[in-house]
């Protein structure tokens, strides 16, 4: 008998919110308690695996869990070659590397012969050896950035999402290593062997993950500035056109990027749609 199919999520972190919430907006049922190693879900043959964020490529590469979600930057780090089934769309960063404000560096090229504190020591080394320069490059397990302040180190790489950490730690990007976001990774025995559910689940994700930035767009509009509205919604494809009792009247529904809905709205109506509802999508498979 095979197996319940094991995901490794992060336990603790900037990423479990965003991937707790994922799953629960695709509609999967589980209970993500304080201290629990293993959720199990009930509505699908799927466990959920608690574990470190830089545990998880290692479990998934390992075969411990046929799934995992973790920052790109950590599959990176750890030079591993686990399948990537796809970005997640959050935990976005990017790791850079910066000096303190009053510093005199601008480039890499300027730490020469110094010392760069990270935890990323892999991605760190690999690109000053790229550019060839060479630093002398300190591991630290976290808060990177209060070594310059400590003395231990003339600059740092590090991890920056809205940049504000760095700001009040002093400090200022010269250079970006590598950007990242959170990934679906899997193992490649299960892609081969349990590539069904995989598929499942990952037609699953990315479903609710399309459906975040779309809405559903209904107006009616007079049939005579049919063309007019119809420029205005490019949407996945034609839009719907239904006619309505009212003759000359018909109802045009339509999928449109959620971030271009409020500019369209006034362009719409200049267009002569009124009574337009701007509905969520629960899940968008295309
Ligand atoms: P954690 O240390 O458990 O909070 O998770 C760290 C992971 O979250 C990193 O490896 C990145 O993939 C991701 N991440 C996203 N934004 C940031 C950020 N601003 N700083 C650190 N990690 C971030």
Redesign the pocket.
Known sequence: MTRRLRLAI?N?????EPTVRLLRDAGLVFEAGERALVARVQNFDLDILFV???DVVEFVADGVAELGV?????VA?AGSDVPQLRTLG????RLTIAVPNDSPFRAPEDLAGLRVATS?MNLTKSFFASRSIPVDVIPVS?AAEVAPRLGLAEAIV?????GS?MVANGLRPIEEVFD???VLLANSAALRDRADVLDTIQTMLSATLAARDRKYLMMNAPESRLAELEDLLPGLESPSIIPLAHKGMVAIHSVVEADAVWSLLPRLKTAGASGILILPIEKLVS
Not at 70 to 74: A, E, N, P
Not at 90 to 93: H, L, V
């Open positions: 992060p603790k972190g900037r990423l479990v470190r964020t830089n973790t920052g790109l930057d950590l780090e959050f935990g976005r960063c990323h976290g590090d991890l920056v999402s809205t950490t990242s976001e959170a």
